[in-house]
């Protein structure tokens, strides 16, 4: 499937698993709330009869010109060709979009936002720029088209505040790379959406994706394999197709920087012990056997894993500082599933390693590896 495609496939499924979840809460609205055409459903909205018209006399009031602001008038622009200005002194109070900032409100928690649409104007209240920006997303969703091609937004009041801290979406670039552009469009999903954390996994058996500059092979060669399978996982088909892509240490900043702005955190993962066929196979030095590897053409899970020596720790702490330059987020995801035992069995280095640890057995010696990194 081609990568765009399976964007759209995965925006598709989580869509409709959305609009089960609005279905399934609609008994659960008082009389006064009406079900509008908005995911995820915000805590609280009443509809009016009227509509707010947008046109080539409406303005954003900005005391800053902010992201924010800009966003909103690039969307538009972009969505319905309407070029709205953005005015940092408000001349009246007709057509008008204003953006309030009240940092000293304590009553609701973290991102909430308040937006009300009148014929007059629209409000955004919110405690900081995340809540503006979640309104915004709300008030992009409900912008319709009428017959005679005016834009006009539906009268309501709504308040809103997230359910979850912590709400994520997932993807994979080793199996399938997405390109820069890609990612950014998945980002742009995941911002209509309002989910705030963005999990890349950047590394796998696949393919290495992300740029180390201590150590160019592994995405001189980690990042291509000559082949991958097609069709179903049964019937272990493959073409000989060299496939493959990374991103640069710009291409990370200016993705990060791109989420940031949509106030989207990105979790980078950076797997091991297992699933590093592709690290491997540009330095086997850190393997238990000592290759040669090839970048992994099947999916599923392989024996050849990171052996515990000190020179792979070294190696791994190297990366994971050049990841942590470039993800100032809290969190860096390092996988620590699905490795094999085979090699660290017949492992000298690995036998000997449990021994000196005072170890049970490889179980352990993988909970070794993982706290020690």
Known sequence: MKSGLFIKEIVRIAVKRAF???????????????????????????????????GQN???????????ANYLKAEISKLYGIKIKIESISTNTYSVIDFVIDKKDTTHGKEWYYLLISEKGIRINAADEAGIFYGIETLL????????NKIEIPCCEIRDEPQYQW????????????????????????????????????????????????????????AWRKGSQVGAYKDQKFDTLRYGGFYTQEDVKEIVAYASQRHITIVPEIEMPGHS???????????????????????????????????????????????????????IH?????????????????QALIKKENLKDEHELQSYFITRI
Not at 58 to 68: A, D, L, N, Q, R
């Open 334 to 350: 390092i996988g620590g599933d699905e490795c094999p035992k085979t090699r660290w069995k017949t492992c000298p280095h690995c």
């Open 141 to 148: 969703q409900l912008v319709k088209k009428t017959t005679d």
């Open 277 to 331: 066929l592709a690290a491997l196979a540009a330095y086997p030095q850190f393997s238990c056997t000592g290759g040669p590897f090839e970048v992994a053409k099947g999916w599923g899970v392989f024996d050849d894993v990171y052996c515990p020596k000190e020179e792979t720790f070294k190696f791994l702490e190297d990366v994971l500082n050049e990841v942590c330059a470039l993800f100032p987020g809290k969190y």
């Open 20 to 54: 089960l979840a609005v279905s399934l809460l609609i008994s659960s609205f008082s009389e006064a709330q009406t079900i509008l055409p908005v995911i995820p459903q915000p805590n609280f909205n009443k509809s009016f009869a009227s509509s707010f018209k947008v």
């Open 58 to 68: 409406t303005f954003i009031y900005s005391k800053e010109s902010s992201f924010e």
């Open 167 to 222: 709400r994520g979406m997932h993807l994979d670039v080793c199996r399938h790379f997405f390109t820069k552009k890609e990612i950014k469009k998945y980002i742009d999903y995941l911002a209509l959406y309002k989910f705030n954390v963005f999990h890349w996994h950047l590394t796998e058996d696949q393919g290495w994706r992300i740029e180390i500059k201590k150590y160019p092979k592994l995405t001189q060669i980690g």
